[in-house]
């Protein structure tokens, strides 16, 4: 089985494709078995997300535009709504953990039956201050919630009412959605909190595009913009980790996927992955998949010419 990556752009947002239906919609069945490291990296995108967990336990970390963590373990029937541009990352915490989810585009409420709605539709959630909500399947005034994107999730596409079910169902989630906000005690608005998550996203965006170079702590403070003791605490406190543990963990993501999905040696990867040389690469690969380059693409490589 091929170890998979989330699809991001260099400043780490989510590329989100769309099948060739009407409405903006893409659905999605993942299993972290498949992913590498069972987890999705520190991501972001344009839409709203909702999922529910099917099997297995699931954590996910949001990152708050104040630079707080909020963390959200689901268990089998849990599901859970992500506001639009909030950064977020999952780590399965057993096998065979899979989640059904979609993601929603702003530009369902442009469709014409509601664009003389859809800012009094939309504005409560964006400007809720909400990152994200928890759904709960022992709660009795979650369920409902629940059971409608669980039957997105599952709608056939080739199904002759596929779009109008869909539609049926998006319009009836985001109604029980803006219901559950409103009993909600008011909580500030994300966009007054300051841009603590703005310096480090434009830091974590510039080791996305230079990793293949060498980078230093004072390169990463000039483009933040902050100190270097704030660089070190912004790392610390929201990812948990020193730049310089994230940049080599970045690194050896983008070269455990060469390993899988391209042919290039490994002198190759090593030297565009923005490692010294082969042997220091090979070395520290091994120390942190506790196998060698060669053995990762031998035990997940696809068959790649």
Not at 61 to 68: D, L, P
Not at 189 to 208: C, E, F, V
Request: net charge negative; hydrophobic share 40%.
């Amino acid at each position: 089985m091929n170890k998979k990556m989330i699809q991001l752009d260099n400043n780490g947002r989510e590329r989100v494709e769309y099948t060739d239906h009407v409405l903006p919609i893409s659905v999605c069945i993942d299993q972290f078995d498949s992913y590498y490291q069972r987890q999705w990296a520190c991501h972001w995108h344009e839409e709203f997300e909702f999922g529910v967990l099917m099997s297995g336990k699931l954590r996910y970390t949001i990152y708050e535009s104040s630079g707080q963590l909020q963390e959200i373990e689901l268990v089998p029937g849990d599901g859970i709504f992500i506001n639009a541009k909030v950064p977020h990352s999952a780590i399965a915490l057993e096998a065979n953990t899979v989640i059904d989810c979609f993601v929603l585009a702003k530009t369902l409420f442009n469709l014409a039956p509601l664009a003389t709605i859809g800012h009094q539709v939309l504005a409560p959630i964006n400007e809720s201050g909400v990152d994200a909500l928890a759904f709960r399947n022992h709660a009795d005034a979650d369920l409902g919630f629940l059971q409608a994107v669980t039957t997105l999730c599952s709608l056939r596409p080739d199904a002759d009412d596929f779009e109008l079910h869909t539609f049926e169902l998006t319009l009836r989630i985001w109604r029980m959605l803006s219901q559950h906000l409103n009993r909600l005690s008011p909580v500030q608005n994300r966009t007054s909190q300051g841009d603590t998550w703005g310096n480090l996203k434009a830091m974590i965006q510039y080791i996305h595009e230079h990793y293949q170079e060498p980078v230093t702590i004072e390169q990463l403070i000039q483009c933040g913009k902050i100190s270097r003791s704030e660089c070190f605490r912004l790392f610390r406190d929201v990812l948990d980790k020193t730049p310089i543990q994230f940049l080599t963990e970045y690194r050896f993501s983008m070269a455990s996927m060469m390993l899988v999905d391209t042919a290039h040696s490994v002198g190759e990867i090593s030297d565009a992955c923005g490692f010294s040389s082969p042997s220091y690469f090979g070395s520290q690969f091994k120390k942190y998949f506790k196998m060698t380059p060669k053995e990762y693409r031998n035990q997940y490589g696809s068959s790649v010419a």
